[in-house]
C-alpha cells in the first residue's frame, strides 16, 4: 500500500467543533471522525490502516468528481493507488460503501464547522457568514464536491436517508440564522426557507465549476461569492446621496455587506491551493 500522504486531502478539515456532534450514518462515522474513539488507546497498527483507509476514499473521491461514480471503477481507484483490487476489499466492502463514506465526510465537514460558527457565538449575520465560508470552502476539496458532483442518488434507499438527514441539518441551521438575522436587522425580511436556498444552492455550485490551480485560493473563492450573495449585482447609490438620517438597523446591515465586499481583496492564506474559475 502507498503512503497515504501521496493521496492526502488538498486542504485540512475544519476544526472539529466543540459543540454537540451532529448524527454521522454508522458506515461513515469511522472516516468523519478520522481515527479511533479517543476513549480507547489506539495502536499504530489501527492508525496506519486507518490512515491507508482515508487514502483509498480520498483517491476514490477524485475520480467520482473527475470521471462520475459509474465511470469509476474499482480497479480505477486501485490503479490510483498503485495497489491490487483485492487489497481494496480489506479496506472497503463496494464501490456504494466507497460513495457512503465519501459523501458522509463531506456533509460532516460542512455540519463540524457549523457547529464551530455557532460555539464561536457572535451575531447571527456573523455566525451566518461565518457558515457560508466554511460550506464555500469544504465544496472545493474532494470530499466536499463529491457531495455536490456526485450525491447520493446511487446509494441504496437506507444510506440515502441517513445523508439526507444530514443535509436537513445543515438546511435548517441556516433557515435558523438567516431568521435570528431578521429579528436583529441585520438582514432584510425575507422567507428563511428560500432564502437558506438560494444560500445553498449558490455556494454548492461552487463544487460543480472549481478546478485546483487558477488565479483564486479556495478562500478568495468563498469570499466574492459571499459578496455577491450579500450585497447583490445592482450599483447603489453613491453615498452622499442616501439620507444622513438612516434607520441603525441600516446602518448595520450596510456595515456587514461593505466589509463581505473588501474581503477578497486582502491577502488570504500564502499556502492555500490556488483556483481557476471558469
Not at 167 to 188: F, H, M, N, P, Y
Not at 244 to 267: G, H, I
Amino acid at each position: 500500500m502507498p503512503n497515504p500522504r501521496a493521496v492526502a486531502p488538498r486542504s485540512a478539515q475544519p476544526a472539529r467543533s466543540k459543540a454537540a456532534p451532529r448524527p454521522i450514518p454508522p458506515d461513515a462515522r469511522a472516516v468523519a471522525d478520522g481515527a479511533a474513539s479517543p476513549s480507547k488507546p489506539v495502536s499504530h497498527r489501527e492508525r496506519q490502516r486507518e490512515a491507508k483507509r482515508h487514502a483509498v476514499l480520498q483517491a476514490a473521491a477524485q475520480l467520482f468528481n473527475e470521471r462520475g461514480f459509474h465511470a469509476t471503477s474499482l480497479d480505477d481507484i486501485a490503479a490510483r493507488l498503485q495497489v491490487t483490487k483485492p487489497t481494496l476489499y480489506y479496506y472497503v466492502k463496494s464501490k456504494d460503501e466507497i460513495l457512503l463514506q465519501c459523501v458522509g465526510q463531506g456533509l460532516a465537514m460542512i455540519l463540524e464547522g457549523i457547529d464551530a460558527s455557532r460555539a464561536a457565538g457572535g451575531q447571527a449575520i456573523d455566525q451566518l457568514m461565518a457558515c457560508m465560508q466554511v460550506y464555500a470552502c469544504v465544496v472545493t476539496q474532494d470530499f466536499g464536491m463529491c457531495v455536490i458532483r456526485v450525491g447520493d442518488e446511487q446509494l441504496p434507499p437506507e444510506s440515502r436517508k441517513e445523508l439526507r438527514r444530514l443535509k436537513s441539518a445543515i438546511d435548517q441551521e441556516l433557515r435558523r440564522l438567516v431568521t435570528a438575522g431578521v429579528a436583529e436587522g441585520s438582514i432584510e425580511p425575507c422567507d428563511p426557507k428560500m432564502t437558506a436556498f438560494v444560500i445553498a444552492g449558490a455556494l454548492s455550485w461552487i463544487g460543480r465549476w472549481y478546478q485546483p490551480g487558477g488565479k483564486y485560493t479556495p478562500e478568495q473563492v468563498a469570499q466574492q461569492c459571499i459578496a455577491t450573495l450579500c450585497n447583490g449585482v445592482l450599483r447603489r447609490p453613491a453615498a452622499s446621496t442616501q439620507s444622513p438620517a438612516r434607520p441603525a438597523a441600516k446602518r448595520r446591515k450596510s456595515a456587514v455587506t461593505d466589509k463581505a465586499a473588501v474581503a477578497p481583496t486582502e491577502a488570504v492564506g500564502k499556502a492555500a491551493p490556488r483556483a481557476r474559475s471558469r
